[in-house]
Structure formats: structure tokens, C-alpha cells
């Protein structure tokens, strides 16, 4: 089992940048495919980032490509989300999502097993 904790959401002005954090516990680490996943009000959750467990290969959704990375740090167990140059459209409730690893990560919300409590993103324009 593994159970994922958000933090680091917040009000932040159009152009600024946010980093966001997942703390997660359970089993190993690199064991596991980390994704970050947003929803926005009216809108379905959408794919936003995902890092391999085996290798550490980062993906990410066209609409953040160049301005937001992924990363992990194993020692601390933690996913991190830095996102730079934020827009308008950023905004939602961004949630962390592990489920154990596989050749390649998946962008679906239903390939994923275990979900965090979701942070709110604000970009003000």
C-alpha cells in the first residue's frame, strides 16, 4: 500500500512559479510510476506529468512541456512538480497518483491505484 500527501499549492501570479510536493509512504520508491494529474472546475482530470520508477524517465502533457518538470527524490521519498512561467489555464487541483511501475507510464487516471487529497493551484491574471 502506498498513501501520497500534497503540498506546496497556492495563489501565485500569471508568469510566477510554484513547486509542488508529494510525500509518499509505503512501499519502495523506485518500485512505483509517480504522476501529477489536475482538474480544473467542469472539467475531467487530465494528465499533467509522470516519472518511471525503474529508470526515472520523466513525461509530460503537451500543455506543460518546457515549463513544468517532474522529478523524485528517493532518499526523502518525495515527488516534486516545479512549475515555472504559470498561466491562467494552470489553474486547478492538482493531485498526486502512484501505481507500480511498468515499461512505460500511463496518462489514464484509471491506470493509477493510489491517489493523494489533491492541492489547489490558483493563477491569478
Known amino acids: 500500500q502506498v498513501q501520497l500527501v500534497e503540498s506546496g499549492g497556492g495563489l501565485v501570479q500569471a508568469g510566477g512559479s510554484l513547486r509542488l510536493s508529494c510525500a509518499a509512504s509505503g512501499r519502495t520508491f523506485s518500485s512505483y510510476d509517480m504522476g501529477w494529474f489536475r482538474q480544473a472546475p467542469g472539467k475531467e482530470r487530465e494528465f499533467v506529468a509522470a516519472i518511471r520508477g525503474s529508470n526515472g524517465n520523466p513525461y509530460y502533457a503537451d500543455s506543460v512541456k518546457g515549463r513544468f518538470a517532474i522529478s523524485r527524490d528517493s532518499a526523502k521519498n518525495t515527488l516534486y512538480l516545479q512549475m515555472n512561467s504559470l498561466k491562467f489555464e494552470d489553474t486547478a487541483v492538482y493531485y498526486c497518483?502512484?501505481?507500480?511501475?511498468?515499461?512505460?507510464?500511463?496518462?489514464?487516471?484509471?491506470?493509477?491505484?493510489?491517489w493523494g487529497q489533491g492541492t489547489q493551484v490558483t493563477v491569478s491574471s
Open positions: 497518483a502512484s501505481r507500480a511501475t511498468r515499461l512505460v507510464p500511463s496518462i489514464r487516471t484509471d491506470a493509477y491505484d493510489y
